[in-house]
Structures are given as structure tokens and as C-alpha cells.
């Protein structure tokens, strides 16, 4: 029997399916270790920053971002008068949990700060197919930033931030695997050394529990978040990436404590030393995932009929 | 350090990979947990060749100097490789023309008059005057073709020369200005392993009966394998160096230079061919799907004709001049960094894609016999050790296997497929029956010597070729493969992969071990 031939579209399938099209590219398990990491080439973002694009993600952001995440999720916002006074660029740092994070950040900014704010983004991760690059970059303003560090890889973001842009960072490079806050990495505070820029804390409380990682849609029930903006850090004169990568924890974790409470009690916790720490508590795994993904309270009082 | 070879274990995250099928290619899937066998990268090239070829001239290996060797009066012959490598064949400049203008110019220089160049054919088919010009550049042509620059003629036995007898019994026939001659400077080029050392003088200038000694079943059954040629592994290549030993013994001066190409086999647009395939860019998915749409509908003719135009970018990876045996040895390490991959053990079932190109279909056509040769021939004996399938394991090819072939290349193929294979496909029968009736065939003597044709004995070598694959596996089937063809050959034809693999569960049960051998660039599987 003659060998049946086949058709293009067939062949377009075959190559579309086993080359992951509109996936990440993978590599087989046991060729990891003997492929090199692929060429450096970034996808283009300035498009993303023009008048246009500035247009197109404020359209998008306010017209279908928003609604849908404050549709699904109770947001509320606090502290934005901390910006008040303060000129571009800042560098918005926060603690990252969820993906609605950054959603939560630039539809909370007032316009004239996000009309002028662009987004570090993993370049692994948001920047590995061509549909999820171009996605983040309009709705983001996202730029790809290596997540290794090395020399070139805040060579972008220096740019950016000469041209008076504005940008958020997630310090912990990646989410929270549990809902607690991780180890920041030191890339964006030796960043906001250099180029002496105003750090501004931001906590977001209750995005792990609504959409937590391996999810991509929020958990029902609309459930509560609340994003807090905290009191702008400068860089001190002389002070070490270190130490304000130490400030920018502890100013997260301060914020924490005020939603936790209040902001005269966490105020007097931190001059005591006593806030508490964003680690989690210790112990099994499943404990620290079990704290952090216990819904936060809604604020307010409850309604008379439940 | 260039990438070394390396054994892939498809998974789900595999993508098809590519299979050559003769003047095709497809992406295919493999069951999972095939192991798949992928070439080192390309080695470095050198940079400066004719720099590297000078040196080595200059200071051989156990040998002198070459242009200490040369001297007013002497009679000096340069032999070089033939059509058959590399494969496909280089980009210009060929590596041979620059080795040969060097020699060349060596000999100028130091006042030799006497210089005849031989293309060492052996029973192969002559070389056209436009390959030639290709393989020796535009300048050694114009100085010495047609008259100082000639194809050996293993059947003119006016400039046949005995030379003597081995201890084991193998008559030494070289071409008579060779062997009168006070130097043979032997240029190769070395692709696999088989090639060069004592195989290029004993072999590429002998004749019929200084190449039966060892062309022979016997022999084949046991060169375990041709692409190994330790002492005790191969028996071709222990027989070659007894004749190398005794020309040397018998004061034929050889002068070896040998030279090695990295694996840059496909030139752009097909450079996706050289890449594994989960390394392949956007780019080179859309190369390869507008490449298969243009090959697939591409008339028969232009397609082989688009084929047979392809020139490799190799790099040249290494030239070594002296002493046959002492450069050989240097050239086998260079060749093994290139082409030597380590394998774990065996499997039940070997497969492979087998090129639109072998070694005796240069701007030719690759007939059934031609499809045996490359892959019970030289694809199964790519191993050192031990084969890659296990004994009595099943050998998977793709290719059409047309019935076709070249009427001026490959004359005596035709009658060999039509009278002896119809007969038997036993190699140590067909030998003994019809092998002395073929090479004396007076109109395949003439066709050899006059036109472009293969010796009429040489079918019978293919078809020896595979004698040790015939003997050790327990089926064969080839994919796509023309029935009637494959049948005549004594293998199965399988309209698909998978149906492939259901034929081969009745010799090597229902859960078979499987490696795919990922040729072209060509690999040997050091099997431990």
C-alpha cells in the first residue's frame, strides 16, 4: 500500500503541536542540561510607551481591566496621598503574590502617575512567546528584565527610568509559592541607589487568598483585597543597597502590621522594634501555605442580615 | 570546547524529529522513551587552511619534510580522493584543491618536472572534467587535465602492476606510475572512519584483484565494524595495512596527507537540518514547512536536481601530513571528537533516515542497491563496540526505495537487481555464483573504462556491504519504501512509522527498546 502523503495544513498542525506554538517553548528533560539558554533577544516595548500605546493600555486597563478584577475581587485602596508633593520617576516596589498584582497597582495609580508607569517583568516568563510579550507590554507597559541579574539586566530599566518614567518592581523576582512574603532580591534596591530614586512601599493584603499562584481566574465570592501605599524611602546618602533593600521589607511589612491593625499601633510596634516579620511562621509547608491563604477580613462592619 | 554528542530520551516535551527519507525529510513522533542519537556540534574550522596545510607539509609526522622529498629529476605522483567524499560535496574551494596547489606549488619550487595526477577511482566510475575542475580548482585543472591529470583505470592492465603477495595471500595491484614512481603524495579527504590510512594507496589505485582480497563476504562478515579499524576489529582494514606494509616493504614511497571536516553538512536555508529540533527557532519551523511544501510538490526531476546542487559549508577541521600510519592515527582522533557519541547498551530496534546521498550517487541516482549499501552498509555499521540494535533486532528505514537507476552510472545494477537478486539475496551465494561473470564482463569492462560507469563487480561490494547487517539482524523494514523493491531486496515495506512498529513487534516483541540514529551530520554510536 502506498504511503499515504501528508496534506500542509496537517503538516502546519503537526509542526504547530509539537513546536508548542502559543506555548512556552519546552525542552526535553534530559536535554536540559545540554542546551544552551536561548539567544538574548529582547522583544520590542517601546511601541507599548508611545502616545498610542499609552492610550491603548489606559482603554484597556480602565475598560476591561478594571471592571473585571473589581468585578471578581472586593479591592480597596489606601494611602495614595502618600504620592502627593512627589515628582517622577518613583519606583513603585511591592510585594507580589498573585497576578493580579500589577493589575491592582497601575488601576489604583492615579492617571498621571500610570500614564507614565512601565512594569519589570520576567523575561522567562512574560516574555517567552510572542502573544504573552505583546499582551504585557500594552497592558502592562512591561519591559523584560532578566531575573539572573548580571550587568545588562537593569540596562533597560535605567533607560526607561532617564526618560522619566515611573517603575513597578516586585523585589521577590517571582510570587509566593504560600501567600508569605519572600526574600527580596537586592537588583532593585542597588537600582534605586544608583539612580536616586524614591522608593514607594506598596502591601498588597488578601491577593494570595483571592488568586494564588497555578490560578488564573480569582476564587469566588468576590473576595476582599486591600492595597495600601506606604510613606515614600530615599536613598540616604552613602547608604548600600543593602541596607535600603533591609528599609524596603521592613516599610512592607509595617504596612502589613497597619492593616492588620492600625497605623497608630503599627507606627508604635516599629519604633519598638516589634513589627512582625512578613516570613511566615515556621514549621511544615503546608502550615505557612495554610496561614497565608486564610481569606483577610472585609472591612467594615457586617451587614444586619447575615 | 564544541557541544559533545548526545543521547536524547524523547518525553512529552519531544518535538517531531526530523528523518530524512532519500530526497525528502519529514518530522516524525517517536514512541516514548526512544533514544536518540545526535552528533557533537560542529568542531571549530581553522581559520587559515592553507597555513595549517603548509605547516603540516613542513613538519610531518614521522616523515620528512615534503619538500625535502622533492627533488629535480624525481617522478612524482599526487593521487587524491575521488567523487565519493565528501558527501555531499564541498563548497568550493574543495579541500583538495588547496592541499594539491600547495604540493603543487612545493614541486615547482623545487624543480620536479615529472608530476602525473590520479584520481584514486579505483572501480569506481570516472570523474567528469567538470567534477574534477570542482574537486582541484580551476588552476591545477587548467595545468594539468586531461593529459598529467587522469582517472586510474583499474582495467588497463598495460599499467597494472603486481607488487607482491601478502603473507595471507592478497595480490598488491597498484597502478604502475604509482608504483614507479619515486613518491606518492596521497591527498584524502577523511569523513568516517572507513576512509583513509592503508584503505586510500592499496585500495583507490588498485585494481579488480588488488580490491577482491578483501571486497569479499567473508571479509565483510567480519570488519565488525568498517567504521572501527583497531587492528582485530575490521577486517578490511587489517587486510589494507598488510597491503600498505608490503608496498612500503617494497620500497613504494607514500606520502600521506590527510585531512578532516567538521559536520556543517546543510548550507542555509536548510541549516535547520544540522540543529536538534528543540532548538529550532520560529524561523527554521517556517523554513522547514515552506521547504517540505516546495520539495513535496516539486516535479521528481527539479527536486533531484535541487538535491544533487547542494554544497556543504564544511569547515576543515584538521590537516595532518608523514607517515601513513602516524597521520591516520592523528585523523581518527579528530574525526571521533567530531563524530563519536557515547551510547548505554542496545536496542531492539535501530532506526534511521537514510539522505538522498551515499557515496556512489554523486549527481547520480540512488538505486535499491545503493539504499542497502547506505543503510545496512554504512548507517548499521556507524558503531564502535557492538551495533546499536541488539542480534536479531529489527533495522527501521525511511526511504521511497524507487525502482530506478542511472543508465550511464550504474549499468550492471540494473542486471544485478533484475537477474541476481531475483535469484537470491545470499551474499556468500551471489558471490560465488555470479560475481567473477560480472567483473569480466567485457561491455562492463568498456563502460568502465570509457564511459562514466561503475565496474561491473561493484553492485556485488553493495550488496557485501550489508552482509554483516543481513547476518546479524532479524528484520528489516523500510518506510515508504516501494514494495516491490523492498521485497526484491528481502526487506517489508511499511506505510507509516507506526505500522513500521507493529511489523517489527513479531521479531522483537510488543514493547521494544528503540534508538534512533539522528543522520545526517553522521554519528558513530560508541555502544558500551
Known amino acids: ?306 | 570546547m564544541t557541544r559533545p554528542g548526545f543521547v536524547l530520551e524523547v518525553d512529552e516535551r519531544t518535538p517531531p524529529l526530523l528523518v530524512h527519507e532519500g530526497e525528502g525529510f519529514r518530522l516524525q513522533r517517536f514512541p516514548l522513551g526512544t533514544r536518540v542519537v545526535y552528533p557533537p556540534d560542529p568542531l571549530r574550522r581553522i581559520k587559515d587552511v592553507r597555513g595549517a596545510i603548509r605547516h603540516a607539509l613542513a613538519e610531518p609526522h614521522d616523515a620528512e619534510p615534503l619538500a625535502d622529498l622533492l627533488k629535480p629529476g624525481m617522478k612524482l605522483t599526487v593521487a587524491f580522493d575521488d567523487i565519493s567524499l565528501p558527501l555531499p560535496p564541498m563548497r568550493a574551494p574543495d579541500i583538495r584543491q588547496l592541499v594539491l596547489e600547495e604540493v603543487i606549488e612545493l614541486a615547482a619550487r623545487k624543480g620536479v618536472e615529472d608530476v602525473k595526477l590520479v584520481v584514486a577511482t579505483s572501480l569506481h566510475r570516472r570523474m567528469t572534467a567538470d567534477e574534477i575542475k570542482h574537486a582541484v580548482g580551476e588552476r591545477v585543472y587548467r595545468s594539468f587535465y586531461p593529459r598529467d591529470l587522469t582517472n586510474h583505470d583499474a582495467e588497463d592492465h598495460a599499467n597494472l602492476t603486481l607488487v607482491g603477495t601478502t603473507d595471507k595471500g592478497e595480490d598488491v595491484e597498484i597502478n604502475t606510475r604509482a608504483a614507479q614512481s619515486d613518491l606518492i603524495v596521497y591527498v584524502n579527504i577523511n569523513l568516517v572512519a572507513m576512509d583513509g590510512g592503508h584503505k586510500s594507496v592499496p585500495v583507490g589505485l588498485a585494481s579488480y584483484r588488488g580490491v577482491r582480497p578483501h571486497h569479499n563476504v567473508s571479509t565483510m562478515l567480519h570488519s565488525k565494524s568498517y567504521m572501527d579499524p583497531r587492528p582485530g576489529h575490521s577486517a578490511i582494514h587489517d587486510s589494507c595495512a598488510r597491503m600498505g606494509k608490503l608496498l612500503k616493504d617494497n620500497g613504494v614511497r607514500i606520502f600521506t596527507i590527510e585531512t578532516t571536516l567538521n559536520n556543517q553538512v546543510f548550507p542555509e536555508p536548510f541549516g535547520f537540518m544540522n540543529k536538534r529540533e528543540w532548538e529550532w527557532s520560529v524561523k527554521d519551523q517556517a523554513t522547514y514547512l515552506a521547504a517540505k511544501k516546495a520539495n513535496d510538490m516539486a516535479p521528481s526531476k527539479l527536486r533531484h536536481q535541487v538535491w544533487m546542487r547542494i554544497e556543504s559549508p564544511y569547515g576543515v577541521t584538521g590537516v595532518n601530513a608523514g607517515d601513513t600510519e602516524a597521520v591516520h592515527e592523528r585523523t581518527l582522533a579528530r574525526l571521533h571528537q567530531q563524530q563519536l557519541t557515547e551510547v548505554n547498551g542496545q536496542s531492539d530496534i535501530m532506526v534511521v533516515g537514510l539522505p538522498y546521498v551515499g557515496p556512489y550517487n554523486v549527481n547520480s541516482i540512488m538505486n535499491p542497491i545503493l539504499v542497502h549499501c547506505l543503510g545496512l552498509g554504512y548507517l548499521f555499521n556507524m558503531y564502535r563496540n557492538k551495533p546499536v540494535v541488539r542480534p536479531g533486532g529489527a533495522m527501521i528505514m525511511f526511504h521511497p526505495v524507487p525502482w530506478e537507476f542511472h543508465q550511464v552510472h550504474h549499468p550492471s545494477y540494473v542486471d544485478f537487481f533484475e537477474e541476481v537478486l531475483s535469484e537470491t539475496t545470499d551474499p556468500s551465494t551471489i558471490e560465488s555464483k555470479y560475481e567473477q561473470q560480472y567483473a569480466a564482463d567485457p561491455w562492463y569492462v568498456h563502460l568502465y573504462r570509457k564511459s562514466h560507469a561503475y565496474h561491473g563487480v561493484h553492485p556485488f561490494y553493495m550488496w557485501y556491504w550489508g552482509a554483516h547487517a543481513l547476518d546479524y539482524l532479524g528484520d528489516v523494514i523500510v518506510v515508504g519504501g516501494n514494495p516491490k523493491s523492498c521485497d526484491r531486496l528481502g526487506y517489508r515495506a511499511a506505510s507509516s512509522f507506526r505500522d513500521a512498529l507493529e511489523m517489527a513487534g513479531e521479531t522483537v516483541g510488543r514493547s521494544p527498546s528503540i534508538t534512533y540514529l539522528h543522520v545526517p551530520p553522521l554519528t558513530i554510536a560508541d555502544v558500551r
Open chain 1, 1 to 306: 500500500m502506498a504511503p499515504k502523503k501528508r496534506s500542509f495544513a496537517d503538516e502546519v498542525r503537526n509542526v504547530a503541536e509539537g513546536f508548542r506554538w502559543g506555548r512556552r517553548p519546552a525542552v526535553p528533560r534530559n536535554a536540559e542540561s545540554h542546551t544552551p539558554p536561548p539567544e538574548r533577544w529582547a522583544f520590542p516595548t517601546d511601541w507599548a510607551r508611545t502616545e498610542a500605546g499609552r492610550a491603548a493600555r489606559d482603554a484597556i486597563l480602565l475598560l476591561v481591566m478594571k471592571p473585571l478584577v473589581w468585578n471578581e475581587t472586593s479591592p480597596e485602596v489606601f494611602g495614595l496621598d502618600n504620592l502627593e508633593g512627589m515628582r517622577p520617576p518613583v519606583m513603585f516596589i511591592s510585594n507580589h503574590s498573585s497576578h493580579l498584582d500589577a493589575t491592582l497597582i497601575l488601576t489604583t495609580l492615579p492617571p498621571t502617575w500610570r500614564n507614565k508607569t512601565a512594569t519589570a517583568a520576567a523575561k522567562d516568563y512574560f516574555f517567552d512567546v510572542w502573544w504573552r510579550s505583546a499582551f504585557t507590554a500594552l497592558v502592562y507597559g512591561g519591559f523584560p528584565i532578566e531575573r539572573g541579574g548580571g550587568e545588562r539586566a537593569t540596562d533597560k530599566a535605567k533607560d526607561l527610568i532617564r526618560d522619566g518614567w515611573n517603575l513597578i518592581v516586585f523585589p521577590e523576582g517571582t510570587r509566593s509559592p504560600d501567600g508569605w512574603v519572600q526574600r527580596f532580591r537586592h537588583g532593585s534596591a542597588r537600582l534605586a541607589v544608583e539612580m536616586d530614586m524614591p522608593v514607594v512601599p506598596i502591601a498588597i493584603v488578601g491577593a494570595y487568598a483571592a488568586m494564588p499562584k497555578g490560578r488564573f481566574w480569582p476564587m469566588p465570592g468576590r473576595p476582599p483585597i486591600r492595597v495600601r501605599y506606604g510613606l515614600p524611602l530615599h536613598p540616604r546618602p552613602d547608604e548600600t543597597h543593602q541596607a535600603l533593600s533591609l528599609r524596603m521589607q521592613q516599610s512592607i511589612a509595617e504596612l502589613f502590621d497597619e492593616d492588620r491593625t492600625s497605623w497608630w499601633e503599627a507606627r508604635r510596634r516599629a519604633e519598638r522594634g516589634e513589627t512582625p516579620k512578613l516570613a511566615g511562621p515556621a514549621g511544615a509547608r503546608w502550615r505557612r501555605t495554610w496561614e497565608g491563604s486564610r481569606p483577610i477580613r472585609r472591612s467594615g462592619e457586617p451587614p444586619a442580615w447575615r
